[in-house]
């Protein structure tokens, strides 16, 4: 992480460009259409990694809290890092050619918000691609490159495979599982 908010220049390639479109197997083509709407309506957590320019490897954990309304969600995700918590703010609308447009917003390393930048995506059979030039949770001022790899591997379960870049070139990577406690009542009468 320290390595992310210590680059300074802007991010030249468009989100989306840094990685080519996931090849599916024949098994992954049968699954069934994930949608992060309904996943992510209610709570949530996650574990997850994160390896610098493969040196460096630290350890997070994120609680999360959604709203959906038709196919909107509006999603809080708090980060816990070794040196502190961060908030990463989604706002997602999902169409219905299964694409996703929206933004989000990241608390950076002095704990002020970033501004909101633009997310795109769509969905594949059984996952979603997310992909933005935006600030890395608790870092600094950087653009850079993020590209969300999302699969469904359980009912309640996420893998989510990110590919952080700057200037088209890798320069980090997370590797996260996502998982979807069982609904409350009051989530389920929304």
Known sequence: MVLIAAVNAPFAA??????PRVALSSSQ???RPLSLIAFFDGRATSRGTIT???????????????RATGNRLQLDERFHFEDGARLQRWDLTRSADGRYRGTVQTELGDGTMAPKVHVEGYSF???VVLAYDGYA?????????????M???????????VTISKFGLAIATSNVIFRRGRRSESERDR
């Open 14 to 19: 468009a989100a989306g460009t840094a990685s």
């Open 29 to 31: 083509a049968a699954a």
């Open 52 to 66: 610098t320019l493969l040196v460096s490897t630290e350890r997070f954990s994120a609680n999360f809290e959604g």
């Open 125 to 127: 059979a059984g996952g």
């Open 137 to 149: 949770p608790g870092g600094g001022q950087t653009l850079l490159g993020f590209r969300h790899v």
């Open 151 to 161: 699969r469904q591997v359980g009912p309640r379960t996420i893998e989510n495979r």
